[in-house]
């Protein structure tokens, strides 16, 4: 509207300029700034890169999703009553590497599964 106006005080100014006239210079000027705005946007969507990405199917991701449901991802090792009757025999240590072993697994496996405490 104040582009409108300002069109009005030009035509009071020149007395040639029709209302008509003023109309299609502003409607020309509207259609050019959007089409100006158009050409930019879709520049910016052409620079924009996106990535290709593949669909998986819902039955392969199940069949996946199973699979590793039936595989453990890690294998335990334990202090069983076999370590236990073992360890229990007595042992005779002659080398020094068998001394420098670490103590903190030592005592886990040595300590695992007594009772003596609870009595």
Same mark, same amino acid.
Request: glycine residues 4%; hydrophobic residues 30%.
């Given at each position: 509207?104040?582009?409108?106006?300002e069109?009005?005080s030009?035509?009071?100014?020149?007395?040639? =300029?029709? =209302?008509?006239?003023?109309?299609?210079a502003?409607i020309?000027?509207?259609?050019?700034?959007?089409? =100006?705005v158009k050409?930019?946007?879709?520049?910016?969507?052409k620079?924009?890169?996106?990535?290709k990405r593949?669909?998986v199917?819902e039955?392969?991701?199940?069949?996946?999703?199973?699979?590793?449901k039936k595989k453990?991802?890690?294998?335990?090792?334990?202090?069983?009553k076999?370590?236990?009757?073992?360890s229990?025999l007595?042992?005779?240590?002659t080398?020094?590497?068998?001394?420098k072993?670490?103590m903190?697994?030592?005592?886990?496996?040595?300590n695992?599964?007594t009772?003596d405490e609870?009595?």
């Open positions: 509207m104040a582009a409108l106006d069109m009005k030009t035509k009071s100014r020149r007395a040639s =300029v029709s =209302v008509d006239a003023m109309l299609e502003l020309k000027r509207h259609r050019q700034e959007e089409k =100006v050409e930019e946007e879709e520049m910016l969507i620079s924009i890169k996106f990535g593949a669909r199917d039955d392969m991701r199940s069949d996946e999703e199973k699979e590793k453990p991802m890690t294998k335990r090792r334990d202090c069983s076999s370590n236990i009757q073992i229990s007595p042992r005779i240590t080398s020094k590497k068998t001394a072993l670490p903190g697994l030592k005592s886990l496996c040595h695992y599964g009772d609870e009595t």
